[in-house]
């Protein structure tokens, strides 16, 4: 649909729309090292006193009367003598292999084990033995060699960690009738559609986080937790989604469905809408060719990046009343239609602007168009009449050979970089009295085609970069009779540092300019 057919679209809200290559909410989900492991450090509430006093094992610390540590020591076999008081054992970073039901069995109090990074495999750890754990609260099973899950845990439980085994199957019991239990994290193992149960939290409302990601499910389980409150799903082979598989799930804000198998046909037209509490989705790197439809109006920041979308509809987003960033980067899109504050296309497939294609923007602020295949002739005159307010424009990574003409007076910062600029004239800038920012590296530019006079009224100017052309160029900015020089260089809003939704970094942009297609 054409920019201009929705400039008076009241469905339209301002919104920021990144399409540069940029994972964000995970404010109370484990932290998350260099391997893209969840990592998790288990809870240890004050201890209480009383009761004779334990007796610590070798090489184990015993902070506290009711807590044995044994983290790291290299064990081999469970430790003996541990007192029957001890409500918080950590045995994690050992060689354990098995772990035996009797001295497990008689930890009665035992509110925290931490069995994370052994060797246990699952026939070396008893099922039975959390029938006698009755007051166990936290699980930590991650980094070991289980194959099945255990058939039972505790009632008692608020957090699971069984990541990174090598589960195929989980059962009814493992995670189901547990209505305190709060947290599952069942990320990088095997396990498919077929290894989970129908009821798998039957009667556990209260489950607010569940990691499920890395593992090999085809369809998104149905009979969710209905408080979830976040859901990882990305890195499976996720193909479709069935109807009504998240028709309960009301309090759910994060859901990550990146690197899956999604095509349109895999999305009902209400997959999403039930989610009335959804800010963040991610469906990058998949094989959509369509915005979804029928997302809750309440997302904030939307990732369809590398997927196969060619072109956006008003249909798509116009539900959409607080999105705040529209992530396209890698796709195939020709033409764009939204009304944004910061519209970035970089690493698209276009090559022309044409005279209406900015119609209806008269809000933008900031548009990135670089990495295209942008011409001279490829942008019409008058292109710009239709962003009065524009303070930034990136237009680096084209095939310019010359700074565009009639450009908006308010523009403050001109990316021209990377480009095939030969000269600047002295008439160059007079449309743009208010640059503070030009920059101009890595063009053609010799010393005798940049001229002078082109930078005498910008009166504004504080950094001009003119660095990796043929020649050095030397230019004294207005009123400082000094040369400017590139070592105070501003950065584009892309050269930023991550944030915790996945928000892009230049570092991560990537730079696709092998295509022509026409923004008309």
């Not at 929705?6 to 540069?20: A, Y």
């Not at 504004?460 to 030397?474: A, F, K, R, W």
Request: with cysteine.
């Amino acid at each position: 649909m054409p920019l201009g057919r929705l400039e008076k679209s009241s469905l339209w809200r301002p919104l920021l729309l990144f399409l540069s290559l940029s994972p964000l909410l995970l404010s109370q989900a484990p932290p998350i090292d260099d391997d893209n492991q969840f990592l998790y450090t288990p809870p240890i509430p004050p201890p209480s006193h009383g009761g004779p006093p334990p007796t610590c094992p070798a090489l184990c610390d015993c902070p506290a009367p009711e807590t044995v540590e044994c983290g790291g020591v290299d064990l081999t076999a469970f430790p003996g003598n541990l007192s029957t008081h001890t409500r918080h054992l950590s045995l994690q970073n050992n060689q354990l292999k098995e772990i035996p039901f009797e001295p497990l069995s008689r930890l009665t109090e035992l509110r925290t084990l931490n069995l994370h990074n052994n060797q246990l495999s699952s026939t070396g750890l008893p099922d039975e033995v959390f029938l006698y754990l009755s007051r166990l609260q936290y699980v930590y099973l991650a980094n070991n060699r289980l194959t099945v899950a255990p058939r039972f845990l505790p009632k008692s439980l608020r957090i699971a960690d069984l990541a990174a085994n090598a589960l195929t199957e989980v059962y009814p019991l493992t995670f189901g009738g547990k209505p305190h239990l709060s947290s599952v994290y069942l990320h990088n193992n095997a396990l498919e559609n077929a290894g989970l149960p129908d009821f798998l939290f039957n009667g556990s409302n209260s489950v607010s986080i569940l990691i499920l990601s890395n593992n090999q499910l085809s369809s998104a389980p149905s009979r969710l937790p209905p408080k979830l409150n976040k859901l990882h799903l990305q890195n499976n082979r996720i193909s479709w989604i069935p109807s009504g598989a998240f028709s309960q799930q009301l309090h759910l804000r994060e859901l990550y469905l990146q690197n899956n198998q999604l095509s349109d046909q895999g999305l009902q037209n209400d997959t999403f809408s039930k989610l009335r509490s959804l800010e963040y989705l991610d469906l990058s790197m998949n094989n959509l060719t369509r915005v979804p439809e029928g997302l809750p109006p309440g997302i904030t920041i939307l990732h369809l990046g590398k997927n196969r979308i060619s072109s956006l509809s008003a249909e798509g987003v116009s539900r959409v009343r607080s999105l705040e960033y529209l992530l396209l980067q890698n796709n195939e899109l020709t033409a764009s239609s939204i009304h944004p504050q910061e519209l970035w296309l970089k690493s698209n497939l276009i090559d022309r602007l044409g005279e209406d294609a900015l119609s209806g923007l008269s809000s933008l602020a900031q548009l990135h168009l670089g990495q295209n295949r942008l011409r001279d002739s490829g942008i019409a005159l008058g292109s710009w009449r239709e962003v009065p307010g524009l303070t930034l424009l990136d237009l680096s990574g084209n095939q310019l050979t010359q700074v565009p003409s009639d450009l908006p007076g308010s523009l403050e910062y001109l990316h021209l970089q990377e480009n095939r600029i030969s000269t600047v004239p002295p008439s160059a800038f007079l449309s743009t009295p208010q640059l503070r920012g030009v920059f101009l590296r890595y063009n053609r530019l010799t010393a005798l085609a940049v001229s002078q006079a082109a930078f005498s009224t910008l009166r504004h100017l504080q950094v001009l970069d003119t660095t990796g052309n043929p020649e050095p160029i030397s230019i004294q900015l207005h009123g400082t009779g000094e040369p400017a020089t590139p070592t105070d260089i501003i950065p584009t809003p892309t050269e930023t540092s991550q944030g915790t939704r996945g928000l892009p970094s230049q570092q991560e942009t990537s730079r696709h300019a092998d295509t022509n297609e026409t923004v008309q």
